[in-house]
């Protein structure tokens, strides 16, 4: 029995898909453009760009730059929030530090990273690792800080030794605020990627949409590469959101 | 039904009960607050014994709260101390557990795993008989795996008691544990309460602003006054147990406890 509420949930998506799709059909009909390519055209490439294997080695590549970009930042954003969020004398050190770098845009960072490890993987990884490290580290610290004190009172009121307290209380109480903040840098890691591909390194799908439009003009394989762009960043940001819904965090997203 | 008389304490155990088991000696917290100094309580002075049940009773902002939370070791006076058992009283200690309102049940552990949080330094088996003793004893059986968000808010305080208990402390601090219940629920744990503390006779300090929850628990009332708090009159609440609310002595002591904060018999 399919309900109302499921019904809606699956068809009104997909009925504004399809509804786009013809939109962009008819459009390039329109026009008469030569230059944009129909949903087809860029079905067509993409498949061309599946038979070559081009497409798995160009998405692996971009994958594992923001796998190694941002597993450097969860190790060193979560780290350095969680100080922070902990010793009030630290962030009042480093707080402004932060605040400061963070409205700089990743892309500004270009020209130095290059400096710094040359046109490269080095390159891209560590613009990944700046555009998500410092977000993170905001939100953790927040995150860490906002813990009710009740919390962390009722378990020193148990005996439990600073170890203990930090894993059986802090961390599950800060855990759906670390999760949002998890979440919210992982979209950055995968923005900048595209950005980093485009300009440091020679595979990857930011890459592929640069050469695509370098090489003749294809820009079926240049929509290729943004719809795939989207659809993975889609597909990461489900998996995040399956982590919200694990029991022991679920407490944190729920209304009230 | 037993008779009324079996309900006093034989002789040996009224000896014990007349041991101090809190000291609170010359007490005084300030605040320091951008504009001003604040004196949240000057010059407390309270013994309780062991075994006995106390309820600080004034109205809001009186600074119970506050003395609760000093005698609970989470908040150090400007001047005075505390001692439990001759003691000095530096921290939070397992031995003294703080019952917070319903919102100190953790939401990211299950009923069983909130009331075994404590437990920690026993053993698997041990942990499990004593959360299932404890399940039982609060009326929360079938809801052991349930999550805090799932459970009423009076559910929630009886897991938050149940936690308490079965840490075996030797004093629970209770501040205002029911006052996010509704009246008929408040009722019900009142009694369930005063059941609980029949059983186990822990030394019990209870704070609340409501004077029939203070007269129907405790054995002896400590009406605070506001700015600065301090103690004002303590009252014996010789009404035995159970208690009968509509008794002559009981509507005597209400009437006078009234008069003591200053409120008219009649609305």
Known sequence: MVTRRQLETWLLPVGTLVLLLVGWVVAVRWTGTRVFPTPQQVLQGLVGMVRSGLLWRYAADSLLRVGVGFGLALIVGLGLGMVMGLYPAVAAALGPVVQFLRPISPLAWVPIAILFFGVGDGAAVSLIFLAACLPLALHTTGAVATVPAIYLNAGRNFGLSPPRLFFRVLLPAAMPQLLVGVRVSLWVAWQVVVAAEMIAVDSGLGYMIVDARNAGKRYDLVVAGMLLIGSIGLLLDMGIRRMESLHWVRWGFREE | ?267
């Open chain 2, 1 to 267: 039904m037993k008779p009324t008389t079996a309900l006093s304490p034989p002789p040996a155990e009224a000896s014990a009960v007349r041991a101090t088991a809190l000291t609170v000696r010359g007490l005084q917290v300030r605040f320091s607050m951008p504009t001003r100094e604040l004196t949240v309580l000057e010059g407390i002075d309270l013994d309780v014994h062991e075994g006995e049940f106390v309820c600080l009773l004034g109205p809001s902002g009186c600074g119970k709260s506050t003395l609760l939370n000093v005698v609970g070791g989470f908040l150090r006076p400007t001047a005075g101390e505390v001692r439990y058992r001759g003691e000095l009283i530096t921290g939070p200690d397992p031995r003294r557990i703080f019952v917070f309102q319903e919102r100190g049940v953790f939401p990211w552990l299950t009923v069983e795993d909130n009331i075994a949080f404590g437990l920690f330094r026993l053993s698997e088996a041990e942990r499990r008989e004593r959360v299932a003793h404890y399940v039982k004893l609060v009326g929360l059986s079938g809801f052991e795996h349930a999550w805090p968000h799932e459970l009423s808010g009076g559910m929630k305080q009886r897991v938050e008691v149940a936690r308490a208990l079965a840490a075996n402390p030797e004093v629970m601090y209770l501040d205002e544990p029911f006052g996010a219940l509704d009246s008929i629920t408040r009722h019900s744990m009142r009694s369930e309460l005063l059941r609980l503390w029949e059983s186990e006779r822990k030394t019990v300090l209870f704070v609340t602003h409501d004077i029939e929850e203070a007269l129907q628990l405790a054995d002896r009332v400590v009406v605070m006054s506001a700015r600065p708090g301090r103690v004002g009159r303590i009252v014996e609440v010789d009404v035995p147990r159970p208690r009968d609310i509509s008794s002559p002595r009981y509507l005597e002591l209400r009437d006078s406890l009234l008069e003591e904060i200053g409120l008219a018999h009649r609305i």
